[in-house]
Each structure stands twice: as C-alpha cells, then as structure tokens.
C-alpha cells in the first residue's frame, strides 16, 4: 500500500500545505480494535480480519453505478467498481485500474486502451472490452454523466483486450482523469440485477445494501479482485446516520473508526474522547442559486447585490467556526488552476444598496428556498443582512425535491436557493467543474434557467469552454481565466465560501486510512488495527 500512502501525503501537502502533511506522515498508529486482526489487518495466517466501519452522513438507494451521483453511493462504487483508470481522491491524480498502461495514442482524436492482465469480475468471470464499451455507451447516455463524457464520438472493442476511444476533438491532459468516471460492470447484468447488487472488479463486493436512514451497507472482499488496493480486512460496514448526534455518538463512543461531515460543534468533544478530526480544504461549498427566468433575479446587478450584502467573513467565523475560506475566484487557492476572479465579493451594503436601487429591485420581497442540512444554520444572518439592503426575505427551509426544478415550458416556482453542492467527488478539473453548474444540462435549463434567460451570457461560456477543452494547456489556463471571470460576474449560481470538510477517525482503531476534501469516506488501502 506503499502507493496510496505517498499519494494521501501528496494530497495533504497539495491541499493544505506542510504542516497538514507532517500530521497524514503520523496517521500509522498503533493501538486497539478488532481481535481477530494484527497491526496490519492481517492475522497469523497471513488472511485479513477485523472489521472496517464507517458512519456516513448521506442516504440513497440506488447502487447502479451508471451516471451514480449520490454521495453515499458514489462512495461505495469506489470500493466495488474501477474504472479504466480511478482517481486517488486524496490528490486527484489517476492510477492505473483496469487499464495496464497509458492509452496509447493513435492520432490527436484516436486511442487504444489495454485491460489489465487477469481482471475478473467478483463472480470469476473475465473482464473484456465488450464490457468496457456497454459501460461507456450507457454512461454517455445517461444525463448525468453524458455531459462528463461529451469529448467521445465512439467506443469500440478492438479485440477483447483493447478499447478504441474515437473523440471528436483533441482531449489533451484531461483524458485519463475524465475516462476514470466511468465504472467497469459485466455486460450481461440486467437492469434489475444493476438496481439491486450490480458486480465489479475491484477490492469490495455488496453483502447487503440499505442505504435508508438507519440502515446499513456490508461489504466483504472480493476474492477475485487482481489490482493494486485489495481489501486490508474481513468485512466492511457502513452505518447510515443523518442524525449529526446518532454520528457522533458512534465515533466517540468507538462503535464505528471512522465518521464523515463531523459538526463543527461536536469536534471538541469527539476530540477529548480521543478521537481525530481533521479539515481538508476542498471545493465544497454553499452558495446561491437564482431563478433567473424571474425578475428582478434575471439582472445581473440584483445577483450581485445579494454576494455583496452578506458578510461572509461573519458566517465563517461563526456558523462555520472558522472552517471555511471565502471566495475569491470559482476554485479555491490551492486549486492548482486557480485564478483570482476579476469580480471580487467583499462585503459592501452600499454597493449593494446601489446595484439594487439601479436595478429598480429595492424593497423586491422574495422566498430564501434552504435546504434542510448544514446550509439552514446559515440562513438567519443571510436573511439579516439581506433585509439590510433593503429586500425582504423570507426563509423557506425545506428538503429540496430537485427532481421538481428540472427545465420545464413553465417559470420555476422559486425565486433564490441556498444549498450547498460539491461535483469534485467526479474528477477536480476546472472543465468538469464548470460543465456540472454551467454546461448545457439540468442545472442551466431546468434549475438556474441561465440558458433560456435573455441577454445571459451562457452561449458565451459554452463558447469559451469548447475552445478550453481543445486548446493547449498553458492557452488553455488563460481561457479558463475569462469563464471563471464570466461566471463571477454573472452569478447564476455562485460560491459563498468553499469548506474545508471535517472527517474524524478513532487513530487507534484504523491504519493507512485518510479523509478527503469532498463527501464520500474511502477505506482504499486502509486497515483495521489490533486490540
């Protein structure tokens, strides 16, 4: 595990600098837990043992790994499924999966994708090229992840070895990570069985899956599995708990190693019980989402008004305790393709008194639709310093049906919402980032409306993002500069803050295990440790 131990270190480094790396350097502790297991998960046997347990903050029920985009599920997929490449989500870098090297280039628009020399499936059967092309074909289909993989004209298997990726325009340095959405399943599963307990090729197997509030999903080692993370122990299990108590209950009183999205408010107490809790600064963020099919939220000058009005520094010293960095472009800082956006929101309730008042929208009364998770702490300030500006807001807190705002002949029923969102747990390349608030999809025809809204500059941005995807990378920095700056300013949904998300872990319980900048827990090359 050698391998996966560099690249959480790497990734800690990347993200939050030198002293945060020094801390992932001490993760491999000794200490108590299972019986049954040594201090690396392994028994006297050689075999592992013991247990890996989780408690995971988000529910679903749906396993089908085709275009899977909950954060519950889209976790376990990393630990059942590969793709033809995966990402280290602890450094976003791609390592080889199913694939047994680099795509071997053909032509600027053609490659050739080799499979991984004995890769099987969890029932033993072989994994081919025609599985590889069925998952693909379903995948760019799919509405969700068809927008991810728009770059692919044809997948063909060339025997049953080899993928042929025919793309309609040059791809570049993002080809590898943007193949990694796409999860390996056999051809031959059904819709049924794809819904229920699909198979794949890598370390875990579902046992038993209950993805409810309350339940829980079991997992137990794939036997078959022929890649470089095989399973560090006998069974894993993931306790589903929304509650934020019922969670940290569970960590602190040691019945689960590890718990994802810890409260800012329990991390104290969870810290004396001697558990870690440790911050990753990543994309994760709240942020505003306006109907701009309704006035005055189709000026921009209103959309503006309300990042100008909240005093964001005051919600992150308060309702975020500090673990939160304000925005000053689309990505964070320490994003490696950071740009420092030519619109900066620093707070000014005259400025927004003053684009409000040219706007003709002062005293424009209007719903605040908040989701009913951690962004509801938030609201009462926002609402405060909205007011102050001279809007009238009223709070509608409330669990979002985002089926309901879909595109529609229709006005949406809503005026603003604020929730919160992250796609990192997809890939972290500033193209995919973009495509998944701002591309032509759900989001920008059925949610912000930006695509049908007059005068947006929405053609402008698919525009430039078409010219990004097929230019050069240092030409490419500077396109993606004018769309990051064309997004702050227009605002159809932008940013409040991007947070630095919280995971705790009992240090004596888990070895090699490190949290991640975005939802989801992976338990890849981690172990249990020894009572």
């Known amino acids: 595990?050698?391998?996966?131990?560099?690249?959480?270190?790497?990734?800690?480094?990347?993200?939050?600098?030198?002293?945060?790396?020094?801390?992932v350097a001490g993760l491999s502790l000794s200490g108590c837990g299972s019986k049954s297991t040594g201090a690396d998960g392994a028994g006297k046997d050689g075999k592992v043992g013991g247990k890996l347990t989780g408690a995971c903050a988000y529910t679903s029920t749906n396993v089908n790994p085709i275009g899977n985009s909950s954060a519950l599920m889209l976790a376990a997929t990393w630990h059942v499924f590969e793709g033809l490449y995966d990402l280290d989500l602890h450094t976003y870098k791609t390592y080889n999966a199913l694939a047994a090297g680099e795509p071997k280039k053909i032509s600027d628009k053609e490659y050739e994708v080799a499979l991984r020399e004995g890769a099987v499936f969890s029932d033993g059967n072989a994994v081919k090229a025609s599985?590889?092309?069925?998952?693909?074909?379903?995948?760019?289909?799919?509405?969700?992840?068809?927008?991810?993989l728009s770059f692919i004209d044809k997948v063909a298997a060339k025997d049953d070895k080899t993928i042929s990726f025919k793309l309609k325009y040059p791809f570049g340095d993002l080809l590898k990570a943007r193949l990694s959405v796409v999860k390996i399943f056999p051809a031959a599963l059904t819709e049924d069985q794809l819904k229920k307990m699909p198979i794949g090729s890598g370390p875990w197997k579902y046992k038993a899956v209950n993805g409810n509030d309350g339940g829980t999903l079991v997992f137990e080692p794939n036997d078959k599995y022929t890649g470089e993370f095989p399973a560090g122990a006998k069974s894993m299990e993931w306790n589903v708990l929304l509650d934020e108590t019922s969670r940290t209950t569970a960590l602190q009183e040691a019945s689960v190693q590890v718990m994802e999205n810890v409260p800012d408010a329990n991390a104290g107490q969870l810290k004396a019980a001697g558990a870690t809790v440790e911050y990753v600064q990543g994309f994760n963020q709240a942020f505003f989402m306006f109907n701009t099919l309704k006035k005055p939220f189709d000026d921009p000058r209103v959309r503006q008004a309300f990042f100008y009005a909240v005093n964001v520094d005051k919600l992150i010293k308060n309702q975020m305790t500090g673990n939160a960095t304000a925005v000053t472009g689309f990505l964070p800082k320490n994003h490696k393709n950071y740009h420092a956006a030519a619109t900066q929101y620093t707070y000014d309730p005259a400025k927004a008194k003053k684009l409000l008042e040219d706007a003709g929208?002062?005293?424009?009364?209007?719903?605040?639709?908040?989701?009913?998770?951690?962004?509801?702490?938030?609201?009462?300030?926002?609402?405060?310093?909205?007011?102050?500006?001279?809007l009238k807001c009223t709070i509608d807190e409330q669990k979002i049906d985002w089926s309901a705002l879909a595109p529609s002949d229709k006005v949406l029923n809503y005026d603003v919402c604020l929730t919160p969102g992250d796609p990192t747990c997809f890939g972290n390349d500033p193209d995919l980032l973009m495509t998944w608030w701002y591309g032509d999809n759900v989001w920008t025809k059925g949610r912000t409306c930006w695509a049908k809204a007059p005068n947006s500059k929405f053609k402008e941005l698919q525009d430039l993002m078409q010219k990004a995807r097929e230019a050069k990378s240092d030409e490419q920095q500077k396109i993606w500069n004018q769309c990051f700056d064309i997004i702050a300013s227009e605002v159809p949904l932008y940013p409040l803050f991007h947070r630095k998300l919280a995971t705790g872990f009992q240090p004596t319980m888990i070895k090699d295990f490190a949290p991640i900048a975005t939802t989801g827990l992976v338990f890849l090359g981690a172990k249990p440790l020894e009572a």
């Open 131 to 148: 599985d590889v092309v069925n998952a693909f074909e379903k995948n760019i289909k799919n509405a969700t992840y068809g927008a991810f």
């Open 361 to 390: 929208a002062t005293g424009t009364a209007f719903k605040l639709l908040t989701n009913n998770n951690w962004v509801k702490g938030l609201a009462a300030q926002i609402k405060n310093d909205l007011d102050a500006v001279g």
């Open 1 to 23: 595990m050698q391998k996966h131990e560099n690249a959480s270190l790497s990734r800690r480094a990347f993200m939050a600098g030198s002293a945060a790396a020094l801390s």
